[in-house]
């Protein structure tokens, strides 16, 4: 389809392993924005590129997580030494400028162990 | 600090009634205010949205009421159908520089009964 992308949808890891998160953000969307959802809660912000660089990444939790966008298309967010508290859902929505409206992929479920 | 606060947490109505979501915010650099629909194991999906120099937009079934004095604004759902039931998260966004980022309340999940 046409809409933003993210893979895997579920991932399931031991605390202290590395995860990586794929963001496919629509064809030509400039923005791309990733977001963290706890359960019952709504989504709170992460980080922030317009194309391949990285403006505000003022929402990222602690120095373990880690987001590029090389190319200013597909998008990875990293978290190393996965915690319990990053068990949350990681969503990630595009738009096609900073003014324009956001579309959201379903998310990765993320389950630390 | 919670910029966006959303009341109710949940809400139950009957089929052909209207469901009434609340939201207040603090930051007056926000200029605009999207709602959010979200389905279990889905992305929010934008419903409607608003800016503050109109104090109502109506699309369809769906109307939000600004009050930019208050700092306030409310989703009406007319007609509620059980397909409406969802969880309905209120947003606000600034106008420049590192303020791009959605700010998102806590959510509200509606309840239609068939």
């Known amino acids: 389809g046409a809409g933003v992308s993210q893979s895997p949808r579920y991932k399931v890891a031991k605390r202290g392993q590395d995860v990586a998160l794929r963001c496919d953000p629509i064809s030509g969307h400039v923005s791309l924005f990733w977001y963290q959802q706890a359960l019952g809660q709504g989504p709170e912000f992460l980080t922030y590129f317009q194309n391949e660089a990285q403006l505000d990444k003022s929402g990222l939790p602690s120095d373990r997580f880690f987001a590029e966008r090389p190319e200013g298309s597909v998008s990875t967010l990293k978290i190393q030494r996965t915690q319990q508290e990053d068990s949350a859902v990681y969503l990630c929505?595009?738009?096609?400028?900073?003014?324009?409206?956001?579309?959201f992929g379903n998310g990765t479920r993320l389950t630390v162990t | 600090q919670q910029q966006v606060k959303q009341s109710p947490q949940s809400l139950i109505v009957q089929k052909g009634g209207i469901s009434i979501i609340n939201c207040a915010y603090e930051n007056t650099a926000f200029d605009y205010f999207p709602w959010y629909q979200q389905f279990p194991g889905k992305g929010p999906a934008l419903l409607i949205a608003i800016r503050p120099d109109v104090s109502e937009k109506k699309e369809g079934r769906f109307t939000i009421s600004f009050n930019k004095s208050a700092k306030q604004f409310s989703l009406h759902i007319m007609d509620s159908q059980p397909g409406d039931s969802a969880t309905y998260f209120c947003a606000a966004r600034g106008s420049s520089g590192s303020a791009r980022q959605l700010t998102f309340g806590s959510g509200t999940q509606l309840t239609v009964l068939p």
């Open positions: 929505a595009s738009s096609l400028g900073p003014d324009s409206p956001l579309h």
